[in-house]
């Protein structure tokens, strides 16, 4: 929870790599509810950033449906 906390002040300043980081708490229930929509809004931010591993995290939401519809289009672009 303290991890979760701190990840956020800094994701909250548009910082990237606590924005994905967050986006993994959330997709494994890691000091906060799971919560898909969540996961993906925070590997959004950092993927829109340039994040690579955020950009691949989210792609394969798409490829899956985690918290989006499918779309494979979108899951590779």
Avoid: I, M, P
Avoid at 6 to 19: H, S
Avoid at 36 to 54: I, N, P, S, Y
């Amino acid at each position: 929870a303290e991890a979760v906390r701190w990840y956020r002040l800094a994701a909250d300043q548009g910082y990237a790599y606590a924005q994905f980081s967050l986006g993994v708490c959330y997709e494994y229930g890691k000091g906060v509810e799971e919560d898909d929509a969540e996961t993906v809004r925070w590997f959004r931010l950092a993927a829109d950033q340039g994040h690579a591993v955020a950009q691949n995290s989210l792609g394969g939401c798409y490829y899956t449906g985690q918290g989006v519809g499918k779309d494979y289009a979108e899951a590779v672009r």
